[in-house]
């Protein structure tokens, strides 16, 4: 036999390779959330997994010659414990030796099962898996057209850019590219590069979903370097370079996240040495802070669709967008226009300080309109996030799970965290950063920005990731309490835009939009003279600080 779960295959990968192995043997067997938590403090699991909203924990014991022992099944029963899970599994490459099977009869004794998936058994699995990751949805037509016309452009000009908001499956159009050049090209080597080593291991498993299982994967970072790089490689940009200039080549490279993508850079120097194969790229927000553009490399777009967009034609959530912009400083309005201020001067003194919780007490409001809410909360700073997330907790019993989530939390601590959202155990994450790329969280239906200082990518980002549809979503809740007024410029373009597909223009700020749409502010007044003030200031949304505004006398305040 040959295939990721054949005895030699495991037999190569180690310890790693086999929970590799066994999360890839996971998708294909329908599972719909599967995350790897093995290391200190796992409390006995390496895999937590999600079927049919089940719980499952498994503990892979890898072995380089004879059976494993009853350790195995003492952590997966330890692991089933702890979190609270309906299903356990022992994984191992070799078999049971009779100890361990003696443990698993006598668990079995007192209504207590742990599964044993074997070597003989893992072959049987991947006998009967079907050759793809099951899936209940077809790619979308946008999808498809996107796909064609990435590969036509890299049959002309070997060169292509994709642009697709946040949630409308950027990584899927990828993978549609890749499997359709090895279909052609059977033997073909891939090459998938990110900035991140998180990135990088999330794509390899987004990209198990469009590849036939007898196609080899490996990931190539500063910690893991693989045996062989056939198939699909994919790498961190720090570490593929290292290999290309050892004359390894691939015959097509893709770059997630393409917004990285400098003039000069690790990134223009891989391309540049690989110039021979095909390249594309995919991002979510073309726009870079030095203004380099990105299509002198990659070309224009051979696809581009925005949030706008996706949401009018209905595949993205539609979005009741709330801005709140109660705490104008009026008297600083009145004098305004006698000066020009720099945008950061002008967020300091137009937006008064506003209390948490008194956010919290509506954001009570926004949850209780919600059936079955999640939400992500988005903060300042580290410690904002987990001041906000002991507050939440504490203000309500439905809340009491709620949990922070930033980057001073190891992996492991991320990964057990998420599941737990998966499942609706933790109702509400607190966080600053970590969901601006990458992390796939289609459950959220409420998302609050608190003070957050404004960045159109990570706007579109952090937007994006609750707009993602999911069976029974239809919709999206957005609080935004406003101490940005190129957030409100922000806000007021994606309104514009919505309407303009709608076909019309708005005059009334509380207007709802295509498809059940509507952005709004919760003082009207405040909003309609912030509108008036930013509608003639060309490029707000992505200016610097430093930038000076001048503003006209506010209507009726002169």
Known sequence: MSGF?????????????LTLAT??????????????????????????????REQWVLQCKFSSRGA???TGVDDAERARSRYGADHAVVVTNTSLNATAEARRKALGGIGIKVDAWAGPTLEAIYAKMPERVPSKYELRPYQLEAAERIQQD?????????VLATGLGKTVVGGEVIRRHLESHPDARILVVAHMKELVEQLEKALWRHLDKSVPTQVLTGDTRPTSFEGVTVATIDSVLGLVRTDWRPSLIMIDETHHVGETG???????ECQDARQFGVTATPWRGDKFDITSRFGQPSYSLGIAEGMADGYLAQVDYRMYVDNLDWDFVRHASEHGYSIKELNKALFLPQRDEEIVDEFRQAWREIRDPRAIVFCQTIEHAERMATLLAGADQSWRRASYLHSGLSRQQRQILLNAFRLGRVPIITCVDVFNEGVDVPDVNLIAFLRVTHSRRIFVQQLGRGLRLREGKESLK?????????????GLDLKRTLAAIRGGDIEELSLPLSGGSQITFNDETAGTLLDYWIRDAADLETAADEVRLQFPTAIGLE
Request: hydrophobic share 50%.
């Open 266 to 272: 690790m990134f223009a120097q891989l391309l540049d």
């Open 154 to 162: 890299l049959e002309d000009t070997n060169r292509a850019l994709l």
């Open 23 to 52: 999360e890839r043997a996971l998708w294909h067997l329908g599972f719909t959330d599967v995350r790897i938590i093995d290391g200190a403090g796992d409390e006995g699991a390496d895999i937590l997994a999600v079927r049919d």
């Open 68 to 70: 494993v022992d009853r």
């Open 478 to 490: 957005v609080l935004d309490f406003v101490t940005d007024v190129r957030r409100v410029a922000a």
């Open 5 to 17: 779960l054949a005895p030699r295959a495991l037999l190569a990968g180690g310890p790693r390779g």
